[in-house]
Structures are given as C-alpha cells and as structure tokens.
C-alpha cells in the first residue's frame, strides 16, 4: 500500500513537472509570429511521415542511420512496457500482463531485451564516437560546454535505463524461476552468472531496486528531455509538418514590400484594406521570426551535419548553420528567463554577429543536409533583411552590386551596352 501511495506521488510529480515544462516550451515558441505554413495538408502530413516517422534524410551516412534508427525504434517500442510498470506500481501488482498474455509475454519480453541490448550497443558506440573518434562536427566550437554535457547525459540515461531493465530480469528469473520449467529470456538468461551465490532476499531487493530504479529512471528523463536536444525525439514530427514547401531556392517576397510596388506600378492594384502594416522589416529578434523558425530551433539536434557542409564554414568563416539554431534557441530560453538584460539584448549582434549573417552564401547546402527540414538559412536571410531595410547596413560589397543593379541592370559595373565588348577580344 505505501509502496504504490509513493509510487503515485511520484508519478504525478514527474507528469506535473513535464507539462509545466510543455507549457513553458509553448511560451516560447508563442514569442514569433504566425508560419502561415497551414497549406498543402496532404503533402505536409507525406512529408512528416517520409522525414521525421520514416527518418528519410538520414541515408547519407547509413552506419550511424541505422543505430539511430535502433535507439528511436527501442525509445519509442520498450516504453509499451512502461504501461505495464505503471499499472503495476498502482495496482501493486507484479508483471500484470503475464498471465494474461501467455506466450505472448515471453516473445515481448525476448523482444524488448534484445531491442534494449542493441540500444546499449548503439548508445556504447555514439558515446565512443562522440568523446573519442568522433567526425570533427561532434568536437566543433558550437558543442562547448552544455551541449557536449547534454548529448552525453542521454547516452548514460539511456545506458542506465536499458542495463537496469535487464538486470531486474536477470535477478528476477534467478530468484523465482531458477529449476522451473520457464525458459530465461534471450539477454537477462546470458547475465545470471553475475547473480550466482546470491541469496533470495538479496535478489529480490536488487531487482525491486532496479525496477524503481527504472521507473524513477523514465519519470527523471521525461523532465529533462524538454531541456535537451533530445527533446527532438517529440518535436520533430511538427517540426517537419511545418517545412518549407516551396522550391528550396525560392527565397518568399516581403508582402509588405510587394504590395508598395503593386501600389505604385498598378493602377488596378486595390491593396487589402485591412493589412496590419509590419512593426519592421526582417527580423531583428525573436519577436520577429516566424513560428516555424523558432519550432526549428528548438528541434535542432546540434548534429551539425548543416555547418559540416556549409561551404562558408569549410572555408573558415564564422558562420555555422547549427550555432545559428543553438543561438536562436537560446535567445528565447534567455527571453523567457527573463534574465539581466533580456529586454535590452536582441539576436542580433549580442546571439549572431553580422559577419556571420553576412558570410552565407544562401546555396541551402544546409536545409538540404538537415534531417529534420530545418532552415537556418530563412533566419539568415530575415536578419539580413533588417539590417538593409531598417538600418542600410550592408556590407560596401553587397551595396556597390546593389548599386550595380539598379543603375546598369546587373550587379557589374559596366553599362548594359558595353556587355557584348568580350566578344571583340
Ligand atoms: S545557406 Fe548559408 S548557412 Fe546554409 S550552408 Fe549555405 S552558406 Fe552555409
Ligand atoms: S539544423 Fe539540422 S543539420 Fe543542423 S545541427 Fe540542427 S538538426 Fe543537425
């Protein structure tokens, strides 16, 4: 009785710190304006099913897929037996489902065990990988600090989640079911020699320790994931329902700046009367992006696949796809908090310096590389738009070219007559 009072306390304590958490992420992601991104249905829900169900960009790099694929798929199936474990823990019950389900139970239960000794596997090999041979995009600059500690922590988590399931089997057969006719399952049958020589008492508080252990395990992963990149693991499905749809090269025109033009070189333009003028041009801080940029930010995994190919970032500028993400993530985090200097500091210039912005070359290198659709290069290009619109704070580079344009209809600076002289040489 009071194991299953403590078991329901602190099972409304772990749900009740999530949704607080939810709401908070809500908050932030209430910050940009609308996406206006509720079109072609269809083909968003195909897109979110290929991409974030079917994990469809991952190809490129097939080795690390498919152990990405192991843990989603044991993330997302071994939790079917967190159902039976909280029925158990308020019920007071022990394996609820066994009786009922037969041989059914075993062929789960082989089938979680094995799910969950691949997990271990791949989360051994990723942290391997990440601390110690890792492609140079896991020991890059951006990852300093918090975000290394992050990706680490939820390799162990998962590790500790995975070993403590398989060692409560593991004590659990040795104590009740060693000289019965009941077969070990597949993974916990090859540990009982750790549990040789033990006592009955002794195995049954290591396995009730391992099964709260476990419980308490999930409830503390579940309050930390919104705090993490791996908080993807939920929010890239929206994440990718909200994707671009348009061509990828096809940079939108500002409605605004459209309609001035349509007002001045068509008389039978009638502009919508009831248009709210823009509070500015571009994007200045979060305030100003849309809603799928700052969902993006908060999906990112800081894989870094966008800044490995990002032609800027080879070639040694400031500029990384990803940092873009973590910063605009941040910012928000730093809104939200509500922090020193929260309402004085903006995105740009004290999150992402114009040498930055001003270093992309807009090629999509990095939208395409993304597995989850995300697009820095859209607050790139929204944050530019500030800088020429509202402060005339292009680079002299970029201002000669548009200079160019305007006087000769191309950005070099020769006039439109003199373009065929190249065939006299
Ligand atoms: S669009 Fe910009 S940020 Fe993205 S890969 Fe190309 S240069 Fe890098
Ligand atoms: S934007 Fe995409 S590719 Fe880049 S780090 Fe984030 S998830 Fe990875």
Sequence with gaps: MISSLVFVALLAAGITGFTLQVRRLRRGLALARPAGRHDRQSERWSTMTRVALGQGKMGPRP???????????GFVLINIEVLEIILDGILGTHRLFRAPLGGLYDGLMNFFEVLGFLVIVACVVFLVRRLRLGPKRLN????????????????????VLMSALLLMNAAEYQQL??????????????????????????????????????????????????????????????????SKLTPRGQIPAMESVTTEIKSMLDPSFVPDPNAVPP???????????????????????????????????QTGKKLSPRRIMMA?????EEVLTGGQGADTRSLLDDWISREELWACTTCNACVEACPLNIDP?????QMRQY???????????????????????????????DRGNWIQQ
């Design 140 to 159: 890059h600059p951006d990852l300093t600090g918090w975000p290394q500690k992050d990706a680490v922590n939820i390799l162990v988590i998962e590790i």
């Design 328 to 332: 605009t993530r941040d910012r928000v």
């Design 279 to 313: 509070a500015r041009f571009g994007a200045k801080d979060v305030h100003d992006l849309h809603f799928a940029n700052l969902l993006n930010a908060y999906s990112c995994t800081e894989c870094g696949r966008c800044t490995s190919e990002c032609p800027a970032n």
């Design 387 to 417: 800088l020429v619109m509202e402060e005339s704070a292009a680079p002299s580079t970029v201002n000669v070219a548009m200079g160019n344009i305007e006087n000769n209809a191309a950005p070099w600076a020769y006039p439109q007559a």
């Design 377 to 381: 290069m859209d607050i790139i290009l």
């Design 63 to 73: 080795l690390a897929a498919a152990m990405h694929l192991i843990v989603y798929v």
């Design 177 to 242: 079911a060693t000289g019965s006719q009941l077969a070990p399952w597949l993974i916990s049958g090859l540990m009982l020699p750790l549990f040789g020589g033990w006592s009955a008492s002794a195995l049954s508080a290591f396995a009730t320790s391992m099964w709260w252990l476990h419980f308490v395990g999930i409830l503390a992963f579940l309050n930390y994931l919104p705090r993490s990149k791996h908080f993807h693991i939920i929010l890239a499905f929206p994440n990718v329902w909200y």
